[in-house]
């Protein structure tokens, strides 16, 4: 009863390997009696008909072609050898017309670069491939996807292109089965910060005949890993600082006032009531408060000018306007003796003043304005211009009224200068009442301290002193950037905005908070704004190198000594000017010590590359993460 189940067993069996091998020799034309394998069995069987293979499961026996003539195996063979002969003449017969494509490796793919770099916040890759021959069936087709795999599972894929064996009818490249050929492909992954531990792989998806049958291809491993050296540029920013709106506090600073004598037509006395009017009066009344409060106020000196109206003899003029100068240096100089005050009186005098002239009259709504105004311009000989414009009789009465007067006159101006508060003075003020300084004043003694802390204090006083001004509120948002509290400076910077928004401190600042968040194109519009600020080269030195472009952030950088220029150098291969850099950064801090790290390790320097990572990470233990993963330290000891 066994034996009689092992039997059906093995009819079952022989019967499915003989369906087997005659599709599988069908689909290559050689079903039924003709020859396809040679067998190394015991009774040298050499050829297959698939006729005499179903008939096995009544007889077991098979039935084999030698030439021209069938034989049948006798009884005595044992059924092992038979299932083993048939096994192999099976594969054999599959994989002589299999439609697998089989593996590719690593060697049939060249990356560049490799391993992979960050670059403007993308990952950008060129990938050239192989198809070796006798690979690409003609009648498959491939599709090819770059993927790169980081993370829990994430993956992000490239640009896919298709490739076609050469009986596909389609528009894709097509590969020669004998030849194989090459390809190129490009892809580009915008850059997370789990890409630095990561994977390229090239995935296939390939599918054979009319029917599609799908072709497993297994995936190939072909890079490993991102240098995302250029992301630092988000870590430099806070110790390369934002910017500070600037007060415009001076000590001593220059003033001028100036007073007016007017004269009567051909004359050169000084009239008493003259000098009693309100402009000579603030004259005399400055001298007397520049002696009274020395301290505070210091007489330069006194400039006299004079003039006569240009109607009327050149030469007479010229006399007049002489005398006019000279009562006017006289009576300056005794009002500077009266009030106890020494100082220089310089005297000078213009015989006719066509320049004061065209400027009243460009000014006034005289009749025949233009007329007399295009006259002045036609013609620059004195007596000329005066006929042409007494010619006009109803005009020159209005010039003669109320013009002309106005220009017979002796200008009195005082250069002085106002003194203002000592750096001691101001500091003692802010100490005992922070209110009764100016807001200059404010903004000014936060930079005579050199702890953030303190100047962040008298800028937040200043705030409360002066709400309306913006300056204090972005500049306290500036140290608020430089702590690394980027919420706290976009507090401060929106209500320096609300203020000011067209402030150019303001707009370069949100543009470097926007580069913070990886922003670019935000902080682009806004540093736009910001083009006026005294640190623009800094801050367009920052937005270039998040951009990518590291020669002309280098460029835009140079002579500024900060973490963010040493960064743009090492990225643009400029080692020496790198070293430099570092060496010069005043306030030196873990982002130094790391940049210095990575520049060594570029130059082989492994031990020095060592030390300094080490030290960066001891004042910030939080970089330790992205060391663990950085492929530029990947041969530095940690």
Not at 597 to 613: E, H, K, P, T
Request: charge should be neutral.
């Amino acid at each position: 009863m066994l034996f009689r189940e092992i039997d059906l067993s093995l009819h079952n069996i022989y019967a499915a390997i003989a369906q087997l091998v005659e599709r599988n020799l069908a689909k290559v034309e050689v079903a039924g009696p003709s020859p396809v394998c040679r067998s190394k069995d015991a009774a040298m069987v050499e050829l297959v008909d698939t006729r005499d293979l179903k008939s096995l499961g009544q007889k077991w026996l098979c039935g084999f072609e030698s030439r021209s003539r069938h034989y049948h195996l006798k009884p005595f063979i044992m059924k092992k050898n038979l299932i083993l002969f048939f096994s192999a003449a099976s594969v054999l017969a599959l994989t002589s017309c299999s439609s697998k494509l089989g593996e590719l490796s690593a060697d049939n793919f060249t990356v560049t670069p490799n391993p992979l770099e960050s670059k403007g916040g993308q990952v950008a890759v060129t990938i050239n491939g192989t198809f070796p021959e006798k690979y690409l069936k003609k009648k498959a087709v491939v599709t090819v996807v770059p993927e790169l795999r980081y993370g829990n599972g994430q993956a992000a894929q490239g640009q896919a292109a298709t490739f076609q064996g050469e009986k596909v009818e389609g528009n894709d490249q097509t590969i020669s089965y004998k030849m194989g050929g090459n390809y190129t492909m490009k892809a580009n992954y915008k850059y997370v910060p789990e890409m630095q531990k990561s994977d390229l792989y090239m995935t296939f998806d390939a599918y054979y005949g009319k029917k599609k049958k799908k072709i497993e291809v297994p995936a190939v491993k072909v890079a490993e890993g991102v240098i995302a050296t250029s992301e630092l540029y988000k870590n430099t920013l806070a110790g390369s600082g934002a910017c500070i709106a600037p007060d415009t506090f001076q000590r001593v600073r220059a003033q001028r006032q100036e007073s007016q004598i007017k004269f009567l037509i051909n004359q050169a006395n000084l009239r008493k009531s003259e000098l009693k009017n309100n402009s000579v009066q603030e004259f005399v009344k400055l001298l007397k408060d520049i002696n009274d409060n020395q301290e505070t106020l210091n007489l330069k000196n006194v400039e006299v000018l004079a003039y006569a109206s240009p109607d009327g003899g050149v030469e007479f003029n010229d006399k007049l306007a002489s005398k006019r100068q000279d009562v006017s240096v006289d009576y300056a100089e005794k009002q500077l003796k009266g009030a106890e005050l020494q100082g220089d009186v310089t005297g000078k005098y213009t015989a006719q003043d066509w320049d004061g002239f065209q400027k009243l009259v460009a000014a006034s709504n005289i009749q025949d304005k233009d007329v007399i105004l295009r006259v002045l311009s036609m013609y620059q000989d004195p007596e000329e211009r005066e006929q042409q414009i007494r010619n006009m009789s109803a005009g020159f009465r209005e010039l003669a009224d109320g013009i002309l007067p106005e220009l017979r006159r002796s200008r009195l101006i005082i250069n002085y200068e106002t003194i203002g508060r000592s750096d001691d003075q101001i500091k003692a003020q802010y100490n005992s009442d922070a209110t009764q300084l100016s807001v200059d004043e404010l903004l000014y003694a936060a930079t005579l301290e050199d702890n953030l802390d303190a100047k962040e204090a008298i800028y937040k006083k200043t705030t409360e002193v002066y709400p309306n001004d913006y300056r204090a509120y972005n500049n306290v948002a500036a140290i608020e950037f430089a702590k690394g509290n980027d919420a706290e400076a976009k507090n401060y910077l929106s209500k320096a905005q609300s203020i000011n928004g067209s402030a150019a401190e303001v707009n370069a600042n949100l543009g470097l908070l926007a580069l913070k968040e990886g922003n670019v194109s935000e902080a682009e519009n806004y540093i736009a704004k910001g083009n006026t600020v005294a640190d623009y080269n800094k801050v367009l030195g920052s937005l270039n190198l998040a951009k990518g472009d590291y020669a002309t952030a280098e460029q835009n950088l140079s002579g500024i000594n900060c973490n963010t220029t040493a960064l743009a150098q090492i990225l643009n291969k400029n080692y020496a000017g790198a070293a430099t850099t570092l060496n010069n950064v005043e306030n030196k801090d873990a982002m130094t010590d790391y940049l210095q790290a990575i520049l060594n390790a570029r130059q082989g320097n492994n031990d020095a590359a060592s030390s300094y990572l080490k030290s960066a990470l001891q004042k910030d233990p939080s970089l330790s993460t992205y060391a663990n993963n950085d492929l530029e330290l990947s041969k530095v000891s940690k």
